[in-house]
């Protein structure tokens, strides 16, 4: 079974601070994909990264950065110089097989973050 | 369509009537999935498309609930003899299929948003 853990369910930070978002998972696959999401006020979520289970380098994307690490099973997201639009739900996702022919994706309960101005 | 696109957007109906959700899923995009969002939870699996087939209806709550995929495309999820607690916002997503790794990335629409009243 998969299991994606957000143990932040609130962040507030005042606005340029940096912030870092954590994500523990646990899945018995040994090929598996991780995934990040933000979900604003309106409701859509939107997708902000993939990252397979062999490819463990960090991404930059301008002030988005992601911390892969498999000897902790984590994959953090910090927010630099975090603006007021960066305010939402985020929630991190984990994709591997779950049976039945099925390749689910498993989310963590979100964390929300307010940027304060 | 250049996204996943769902319908009706919002929908109130009393308790007992049925309900009917749409969603028109990335065009040639095979796999398909519907997922519930309740207020203040994380994202819920309710069922899987490959094609026109559902090897995985794991995530259906009762058989109140049930889906269908026609021509490989639209699905359309029906709640039977709704309830208050299924109040909540319905999500569709798509993605290319299931083995390559530019399939598994999984792309939302904007959700139905049922009201039970």
């Known amino acids: 079974a998969q299991k994606v853990t957000q143990a932040q369910t609130e962040i507030s930070v005042v606005e340029k601070e940096d912030v870092t978002l954590d994500c523990v998972y646990e899945t018995r696959d040994t090929t598996y994909y991780l995934f990040w999401y933000k979900q604003p006020p309106s409701g859509e979520l939107v997708f902000l990264i993939r990252?397979?289970?062999?490819?463990?380098q960090n991404e930059i994307s301008g002030r988005y950065s992601w911390n892969f690490q498999k000897s902790t099973s984590s994959f953090n997201f910090t927010i630099t110089a975090s603006q007021v639009v960066d305010s939402a739900v985020y929630f991190c996702a984990l994709r591997a097989y779950s049976g039945a022919g099925s390749y689910q994706l498993t989310f963590g309960k979100g964390t929300k973050l307010s940027v304060i101005p | 369509g250049a996204g996943v696109s769902q319908s009706p957007s919002n929908k109130v109906t009393e308790k007992g009537k049925d309900v009917e959700l749409r969603c028109d899923p990335i065009s040639g995009h095979t796999a398909l999935y519907w997922y519930r969002q309740s207020l203040g939870q994380g994202l819920e699996f309710l069922i899987y498309?490959?094609?026109?087939?559902?090897?995985?209806k794991s995530g259906l709550p009762s058989d109140r609930f049930s889906a269908e995929r026609t021509g490989g495309s639209v699905s359309t999820l029906t709640i039977q003899r709704t309830q208050q607690e299924d109040s909540a916002v319905y999500l569709c997503?798509?993605?290319?299929?299931?083995?390559?790794?530019?399939?598994?990335?999984?792309?939302f629409g904007e959700g139905s948003w049922l009201t039970v009243v």
């Open positions: 990252r397979n289970s062999f490819d463990e």
């Open positions: 498309f490959q094609g026109n087939s559902a090897p995985d």
């Open positions: 997503a798509s993605s290319l299929g299931q083995g390559t790794p530019s399939g598994n990335t999984i792309y």
